[in-house]
């Protein structure tokens, strides 16, 4: 979506900026004189997020739950979090935004360099998860204003899988009406079938359909990590990298949140020597230094490879176009999974 | 490349994130050192039980032996208790950490 083109788009932007000047007012008065402009960081259906100067307004999915963004929002600005979590700038409430949908405030902290992904912060994102998954639940949930909510990696896993099926759906009937080549329907077709066998093989905790299953192992979770999770303190009397995006935060088995980059390991799109410095890290910090992670990560990492693979899926339907080689990795995975599944049995 | 038995070009394929090169004419198949090895070893990994793969080696300072970290049955050919093999890492670039891969890093 581009605002430039888009009025409705354009007004979310002029609203977030806004509402980031005003919070930034609280904390730093000399900021009305600054003239540093706007910038539109992220523009996706689960989140706009604008940048003023040292401040980033997020609005949030148009579904968002608001009491447990509340709850998430206070999770972030509590004292156990400070060097886990980026802190939102005060106040740590939710802001309403004509239109309905939700938006909170937050200081601008630099990201990793997408250039650079070998040079990226392997060992810190070890340390910063392990650290967040060591707070402790009890002394946490009595400072909060509601019931602490499940960390919905799972349930973004099911989402994934739902707009895979209706964008193969579309493309099939695209391919009927002789708008897409025939080749490139019948490769998403496999693709998507090979996600569905994995996707069909999963505990049912993992497909976000019944919560009562999950492991006993219960702590706080991120929920969506990736490297564009993190970024670099913006506060000079605490440097180091801290976890951003909240939407997912919750309480829920800490294997989800190393099984992203697991699962690019095992599908050999993540190298070794990075993935092994994440889980050092990750094991040194949390004390299990040296054992199997695979019985904990191996239903999370099949999970996040079927996630992956139906996006890439959904992606590359919308746009007509063929899986590149990453994603094909993915859907090699998916193939991989599913053999080993039906000689296994379910 | 050319088919050393019928002369005819020969294409590229990617089997299971082994690549091998098929000729157009003959249909004949040409593989690079150690990719029938890497072939045989995804197949019986198909047929084995998946065990867990075996804890990490200790990361100690110095050039210890070259060795994975542990792996799912799963894992790509080249990965975890499939060991190293010498000569082998990085002979196609694309298995060992690739440099175009920063776009997939960064989203969900």
Redesign the interface.
């Known amino acids: 979506m581009n605002p430039d083109s888009d009025p409705g788009a354009a007004a979310l932007t002029r609203t977030l900026a806004g509402l980031a000047r005003a919070r930034s007012r609280i904390r730093a008065r000399t900021h009305d004189s600054c003239a540093c402009g706007e910038s539109l960081l992220s523009d996706r259906a689960d989140g706009t997020v604008v940048r003023v100067g040292t401040a980033v307004a997020k609005a949030h999915a148009a579904d968002t739950d608001p009491a447990a963004l509340d709850v998430r929002v206070r999770i972030a600005a509590d004292h156990a979090l400070a060097g886990i979590l980026l802190p939102p700038l005060p106040p740590a409430a939710v802001a309403r935004l004509d239109g309905g949908r939700l938006a909170t405030v937050w200081p601008y902290g630099v990201p990793v360099d997408p250039d650079e992904p070998l040079s990226a912060p392997w060992e810190a994102a070890g340390t910063v998860l392990a650290r967040l998954h060591a707070v402790a639940l009890g002394p946490l949930g009595g400072r909060l204003p509601g019931a602490l909510p499940a960390m919905r990696g799972p349930a973004k896993a099911a989402a994934a899988l739902g707009r895979m099926r209706a964008a193969t759906a579309g493309r099939a009937a695209g391919i009927t009406a002789g708008r897409t080549d025939p080749r490139i329907g019948r490769q998403h077709q496999a693709a998507r079938d090979a996600t569905e066998r994995v996707w069909a093989g999963l505990p049912a905790w993992c497909r976000a359909e019944d919560p009562g299953t999950i492991p006993s192992t219960r702590a706080l979770c991120h929920g969506d990590f990736h490297l564009g999770q993190l970024v670099r303190s913006p506060s000079p009397g605490a440097p180091g990298w801290r976890l951003i995006d909240i939407d997912d935060l919750g309480a829920g088995d800490p294997a989800w949140d190393l099984a992203r980059p697991a699962a690019w390991y095992a599908s050999g799109l993540l190298s070794p020597d990075a993935w092994a410095r994440m889980l050092d890290a990750y094991q040194e910090a949390s004390g299990t230094r040296g054992s199997d992670p695979w019985p904990q990560l191996d239903a999370p990492a099949r999970a996040l490879t079927a996630q992956s693979a139906a996006l890439a899926v959904a992606k590359a339907a919308a746009a007509g176009r063929a899986l590149d080689e990453d994603e094909e990795a993915l859907v090699e995975s998916c193939n991989r999974i599913a053999q080993l599944h039906a000689v296994q049995g379910p | 490349m050319q088919c050393p038995k019928c002369g005819a070009p020969m294409q590229t394929f990617?089997r299971?994130?082994v690549q091998i090169e098929q000729c157009g004419g003959c249909r004949g198949i040409f593989l690079d050192y150690g990719e029938l090895d890497a072939l045989s070893r995804f197949e019986s990994?198909?047929?084995q039980?998946?065990a867990?793969?075996?804890?990490?080696p200790?990361?100690g300072p110095g050039p210890a032996p070259q060795a994975?970290?542990?792996?799912?049955?799963?894992?790509?050919?080249?990965?975890?208790q499939h060991g190293y093999h010498g000569g082998h890492q990085g002979h196609h670039g694309?298995?060992?950490?690739?440099?175009?891969?920063?776009?997939?890093?960064?989203?969900?």
């Open positions: 990617n299971s994130g990994q198909w047929s039980q998946p867990p793969g075996p804890p990490p200790p990361q994975y970290p542990a792996a799912p049955a799963w894992g790509a050919p080249h990965q975890g694309k298995h060992g950490g690739r440099q175009g891969f920063g776009r997939m890093l960064f989203s969900s």
